[in-house]
């Protein structure tokens, strides 16, 4: 992708982008404060800026109030070409920090997660079979295998299903004059026979599918895959239809004890994913009938409640579940659209709350196969971390609470139109600089939003390590609201709703328990194996929310270790990376046995350790500084 | 059994007999010529005998009209002493033959099917397992695996049934305070792993069934087995419901043709195996849901129409079957009446004329483990041969039509009350010794009966060698009928529908074309391997009819090859034999594929030389005498 350099005035401070960017969202990501109450809108008109040099689009004609031509709002601005910029009046260059840092992103996708070639778990094979005659009356199905195993000396004979596949070959044989495709489903291990399938006339060999299909909470992703070439032919996401029963796992699992409520959330699971299936295949113009295999991976709610089993024991002590394999399932039987004899393979979980997601991420990247010692960490409502290599893996699931998806935050919200996303602060005037996603009006925060915006407001001083706000700073913005203290991010008359939108102490209580939870997760897995973060050579961040995160303020806030930066990689959705990787490889599919043999589950919910870790890390970013060495000298620097 | 001696006066003959044989048949079986027209039913009253030695109970008091106490009605008479008995009036003991020969019986039958011990193919095994702690809370079905694998150093981690099983595990096990019994199914070959198709809460190691079932065209067998025990419950039979939709498989595969037939033919099946199911467990009051697992067997065409494979190709040359090997299948999936966990296994089969119940039978009578050359023989519609021994077997069908059922015949019927099973002849009066099924009053002629009366009528010169009557004979029983020349077996006035009961040239004609298609069938086969009778060491005749069959009378018509009549063996129902031994003892179950690798399969029908063979056999016994020495040798004495 082409990229742009842009140089700030006063100060010079120069940025690279892709072409293409906001030029708002680029300055903030940058560390450049430019004032903007409307979130990106392009209504409240604070973020003007003259460009001095190059050519720079406005994406929307609005009320500028300006005789100078040059004059744009960096709001609706999109970057075509190297610019020189000025910055308004009010705006602030001199940040302490002079960009956002990122996690390595995908860019070094194929460093993580390895090689992968085309040789899927199903194939396809033309077979041109001799007509029976007296001399060779040989039965069908038998004369089918015969031709499969035709000059393959050494292979054994095919097993096959029933009883559609045998009803239907005789006819299928004769209608197509002896010349059909068969479907082969590979052996789950390499000393496993091929199994049929199934039987088309013809030569349909040009046409297999495959979908990877990644089914969250709150959201399941699907990808269609050519299992011809490899490549995504198209992708779509939905969310997870069970939602209406229950926003997390635990009101899923209270849901599914009702009379019918299994079968309320089976069947609405099974529509989320019938709704991918329909969006990916009309893309392509293929049917789903046409999709010959499913590679799927959920956590492990997700995972009984896809296949009607009953959760039950997963949320009560000792938490356990009914099965951490799970069989390999006709599609079809479950109620997905998928031809009859399509299966869907279902990543294993390791415990209750370290599912086929974690699994699939681990697998995609290959920490199996590294010497070197990484930390996974997917940040959701449960926070599931693995921590090891090649050796051996240790992994535990922390109940860090959903703040980070916007639950038990006043306004928190998912990473939907018109959340906050990124944030400033200007140090004087504590006027904000907000950019929404979508740039649209405000209407709450979501999870990088959140972390931008206590980072923010811990650096300029406005709340304490503790996550109190300074009761001696008197500004508009900071007052006692009926929840106690907060700062208003917008005001009414500038957010979507009208309503202001606000952060409160009790936020910052919830954030600080869910950051905590988090790095207490780290702190004991990596005790119990007698390792320090010093000893972490990679960290990588899965779900979609690595990619958002900045790595400095994350850090800041005691969310993640304090340690070199470049150690981190985000992998965005690896649990259907995971599902990409097996569906197009079935070499790299069959190594997932090796990933939960290795993995060994940590119960933290009554671990004495991982309390005291807990209690210890309710501190912005911790009671115990020398772990947040970089982030304290900042502090330091700052005070001083 | 106790036996008992009798001696018939005058003339001296001696037989032995079972204790409680009825005294007329037992006399007919030994080649004691005693008038008889009604069949045994006690009401003709010309089978008067005198006891003179020894006590004789009437089981029927009939109209004797005699003063003298010792004379009874032979038909009447059960056999529980050593008696000597005087003959009546027109009696014969000068016959030419001193007694039937039948072929080896079921006394023999452990040397003909060898040993098996108990280790079926389904187990059932109780497990205590430790209950789950927050230090181990393993997932249930891993918790169960681990249990099931403890102590078992070596083997392989059993598979498992879903999704039934996922869903129902967690509740039995919590149920059963964590003591449960699983029903394990064993790999279909030795190093496949076993799979748990089946928990039961608590103990129920005491409770394992099976069922055997021969799936006839007409008859369905089946047998209860305890497999714990090894032994056998309870046995019941019941016509296949399928006969109602055509007589034979030909009328069947028509029938299946027709809109909705094949969906009708195959629930008939499963009621009929259903009504099976239904008595066998009333018996012993178990549950059709106790039996684990059933083992089945049934020709080409019973096996497809029972997994609704339709059989249109079997019928059309060149006559190829959907499949031979047939999956292993849940019973319930079919309609069976039995727990969704059970598996039906089916026979392979052969070809589409040679089926999985020849599959059974062979495998019953080990001509795969034995060095002897031995042919194996199933006489019916489609006669079945098979020969060979443990180096290689070749078989064959022979279209020898429904003779031996009853079909062409117009008198012809299937062994049930009234059918005329034994039959002599006075070689002056021509009158005739009618022993019936059930000592009834004549109603037709079955397969054994048939093979008496013509024999009987050949070696009286009554018909000729071509199955012609001799015009010359002027008596009343031998006369031209609308079908031509006929004998009377029974008058009307003594028959149970007041018809006269006559067996007609059509009947000879046809009766010679089964027996000739079934002899060439043999000479065939025998020769495309270089071989020829004298080379035959055992005979195996398979099926019900081979228990009653007269061997001397079934070679006389040239049925039966003209050898050593010690070498020939019957098996009953070899099919339902091949079952049960299958279902107790897994390793001979797990042999039956050598019995299917061994089999080459002939094809018959438009084979030059089968046609030539069957040309040279429609006579009686052939128009080779030199085939037939023993034959040659008493025709010859009967002329001189």
């Known amino acids: 992708m082409k990229q742009h350099e842009i140089t700030f005035l006063p100060g010079g401070v120069k940025i690279t982008v892709d072409r ?16 903007a109450s409307c979130g990106g809108d392009g209504v409240c008109g604070k973020c003007r800026v003259r460009i001095e040099e190059g050519e720079a689009r406005m994406t929307k004609a609005a009320a500028l109030k300006s005789d100078d031509p040059a004059v744009r709002l960096a709001c609706q601005t999109e970057v075509t070409d190297d610019l020189v910029v000025r910055l308004p009046e009010g705006a602030d260059t001199g ?123 709150t959201t399941v992703c699907g990808l269609l895959v050519d299992l011809n070439s490899g ?48 969006t990916v295949c009309r893309k392509v113009i293929i049917s789903p009938s046409d999709i010959s ?22 949320r009560e002590a000792p938490y356990v579940p009914a099965c951490s394999q799970f069989p390999l399932t006709r599609a079809a039987g479950l109620g997905v659209y998928a031809h009859p004899s399509v299966r869907l393979f279902l990543y294993p979980s390791i415990a209750s709350y370290v599912g086929g997601d974690i699994v699939s991420g681990v697998h995609a990247c290959r920490m199996h196969k590294s010497e070197k010692l990484t930390l996974f960490i997917d940040i959701g409502t449960n926070g599931e971390i693995v921590v090891g290599n090649q050796d051996w893996m240790a992994c535990a699931a922390c109940s860090a609470g959903p703040a980070f998806e916007g639950g038990g935050i006043k306004f928190g919200m998912r990473a939907n139109s018109g959340a906050i996303e990124n944030f400033h602060i200007h140090p004087e005037t504590l006027e904000p600089m907000l950019v929404t996603i979508d740039r649209a009006k405000p209407r709450g925060i979501c999870g990088s939003g959140l972390i931008a915006i206590v980072s923010e407001l811990l650096e300029t001083g406005v709340i304490d390590q ?64 007698g390792l320090s973060f010093s000893d972490l050579e ?9 990619a958002y995160i900045d790595l400095e303020r994350a850090i800041s806030i005691g969310l993640l270790p304090d340690i070199d930066r470049d150690r981190f990689y985000y992998l965005g959705n690896a649990s259907l990376t995971g599902c990409q990787i097996s569906l197009i490889d079935n070499d790299r599919f069959r190594e997932r046995t090796e990933v939960s043999r290795l993995i060994t589950n940590m119960e933290l919910s009554e671990n004495p350790d991982f309390m005291n ?20 000298a900042k502090l330091a620097e700052q005070d001083g």
Chains 1, 2 share one sequence.
């Open 20 to 35: 293409g960017d906001n030029l708002l969202a680029a300055a903030a990501a940058a560390g450049v404060y430019i004032p």
């Open 95 to 217: 940040r302490r920090r002079p960009k956002t840092t990122r996690a390595v992103s995908a860019r070094s996708l194929s460093d993580l997660v390895g090689e992968w070639k085309v040789s899927p778990p199903v194939e396809k094979r033309f077979i041109k079979l001799d007509p029976p005659s007296m001399e060779d009356n040989t039965p069908d199905l038998q004369r089918l295998l015969r031709a499969i195993r035709k000059g393959c000396h050494d292979c054994e004979e095919p097993t096959y299903d029933h009883p559609r596949l045998l009803q239907e070959l005789p006819f299928i044989l004769r209608e197509a004059d002896w010349e059909v495709t068969v479907i082969l489903l590979r052996g789950k291990r390499a000393e496993e026979p091929d199994r049929i399938i199934a039987v088309e006339p013809g030569d349909t060999s040009d046409r297999l599918y495959g979908l990877a299909v990644d089914i969250g909470t």
């Open 231 to 278: 490549k995504v032919l198209a992708e779509a996401s939905s969310y997870n239809d069970q939602i209406k029963f229950g926003e997390d796992v635990i009101s899923r699992i209270i849901y599914s004890q009702r009379p019918g409520g299994l079968d309320d959330l089976q069947k609405a699971v099974v529509r989320t994913i019938n709704s991918v299936i329909e």
């Open 293 to 314: 295999y499913i590679m799927a991976a959920g956590n492990t709610v997700m995972s009984h409640l896809l296949l009607a089993i009953d959760p039950k024991f997963v």
């Open 466 to 529: 503790q996550g109190k706000f300074n009761r001696k700073i008197e500004n508009p913005r900071i007052r006692e609201g009926e929840d106690g203290y907060e700062y208003v991010l917008a005001w009414g008359k500038g957010s979507m709703t009208g309503e202001d939108i606000v952060i409160t102490e009790v936020d910052l209580d919830n954030l600080i328990r869910a950051k905590g939870a988090m790095f207490a997760g780290y702190m004991t897995l990596l005790e119990s194996v």
């Open 538 to 546: 990679r960290v990588i961040l899965a779900g979609n929310f690595g």
């Open 613 to 632: 870790h807990y209690m210890a890390a309710l501190f912005l970013p911790h009671t115990d500084m020398s772990l947040f060495p970089t982030v304290a």
